[in-house]
């Protein structure tokens, strides 16, 4: 049993790292792709930053796929899909934290 939660917290682990190892490339796809003239502020956050922030509620954590089949096969723990994402944005405050991943 002990071997088994070992495992699965070293998994658990890989896919933070991996999904959020990737969020500077999400990063520079969105400040490309935002409007001319619009100020954006991208912050790259380490997945060891970035988990706390995330489990405390502090942060919301987007799949930055619109694909939902593509998400589902990378989703990290408390992230949500980016049509969710946006069903929320009316109501998100403007200094909420909120960060994105791809891989």
């Given at each position: 049993?002990?071997?088994?939660?070992?495992n699965r917290n070293v998994?658990?682990?890989?896919?933070?790292?991996?999904?959020?190892?990737?969020?500077?490339?999400?990063?520079?796809?969105?400040?490309q792709a935002s409007p001319?003239?619009?100020?954006?502020?991208?912050?790259?956050?380490?997945p060891q930053d970035a988990?706390?922030?995330?489990?405390?509620?502090?942060?919301?954590?987007?799949?930055?796929?619109?694909?939902?089949?593509?998400?589902?096969?990378?989703?990290?723990?408390?992230?949500?899909?980016?049509?969710?994402?946006?069903?929320?944005?009316?109501?998100?405050?403007?200094?909420?934290?909120?960060?994105?991943?791809?891989?």
């Open positions: 049993m002990l071997r088994l939660k070992e998994l658990c682990a890989a896919a933070w790292i991996t999904g959020l190892l990737f969020l500077a490339a999400c990063a520079t796809m969105a400040q001319k003239g619009a100020k954006m502020e991208v912050t790259r956050i380490s988990h706390p922030l995330v489990k405390s509620g502090q942060a919301l954590l987007v799949c930055a796929y619109a694909n939902e089949k593509t998400c589902s096969t990378i989703m990290l723990e408390g992230a949500i899909f980016l049509k969710e994402f946006e069903t929320r944005l009316a109501g998100l405050k403007k200094d909420q934290p909120i960060i994105f991943y791809c891989a």
